[in-house]
């Protein structure tokens, strides 16, 4: 997965979220536009929209941005900045059995998680469906046992996934498996939907918790752009191809493909050595 693109209303306050609380570091800044990472790796591009408002409450869009950090002693750094500067945006901590994750709400009521995996050879899979569970688990005592005294922004973080509000699973399950081409890794029932590549636990996920029944969104604030990479041109092409056969429009520029999906939820798949793409409004 690439870089999350969300449109903000407040950028300034966006980006001392991500930077100062969050942990990220200020990779570009250019007019309307801050891009967010890790190292040479970008993870939140934050778009200034102020001309738009905020989506209405049981909207399609983003459930949350998933930032997955190479260590437990990185992730600790990150939930005890968060935690201390600004406790009110914690909400929630869970043992996933394949990953250990933490949860939060930005200023402008975008979700992210923070999590690291377990190894993979601790995963439980049977008939190609990953074993995932919602266990309590004690961000005090994970911050005790994992916390070390280097810098809050030491080790490498990635997007691990994207979780998307949908809705309805079935319409999902036909445009991110049968119409994109990932495969399913797990199903909460009728309300959530697990995909990945690779064999991965999951590089996305919808559910309809809290949008159930909803449309295609209007222009709001929030979720700009999900970015998929794939290794190169050709897959590209070949993804072209696919979604022409399923009659999605898609933009292809040689480089980049970009679609929506049925929530007008923006895709945009790029080969690994093109540029990061910028979403605008």
Known sequence: MGAVTLRVGNLDAMIAYYRDVVTLELQSHDGPVAVLGRGQTPLVI?????????????SAGLYHTAILFDTQAGLAAAVYSIGTKSPPTFTGSADHLVSQAFYFTDPEGNGIELYCDRDRDLWSWSH????????????????????????????HAIVGHVHLSVGDVASAREFYVNR????????????????SAGGYHHHMAMNTWESSGSGKG????????????????????????????????????????SFEDPWSNRILVRAADAATPIATP
Do not use: C
Request: hydrophobic residues 40%; negative net charge; without cysteine.
């Open 180 to 195: 994109l081409g990932f495969e399913a890794t797990a199903n909460f029932g009728p309300s959530a939907l697990f995909v």
């Open 218 to 257: 209007r222009l709001a604030l929030g979720l700009g752009q999900v970015s998929i990479i794939v290794p190169g041109t050709d897959d590209i092409g070949a993804l072209d191809e696919r979604m022409s056969h399923y009659k999605v429009d898609t933009r292809h520029d040689g480089h980049t493909l």
């Open 46 to 58: 934050l778009q200034h929209a102020p001309e738009l408002s905020t989506a209405e409450p049981g």
């Open 128 to 155: 190609g469906q990953v074993e995932m569970a919602s266990l309590s688990l004690d961000p005090n005592a994970f911050i005790s046992e994992h916390m070390r005294p280097e810098s809050p922004t030491a080790g």
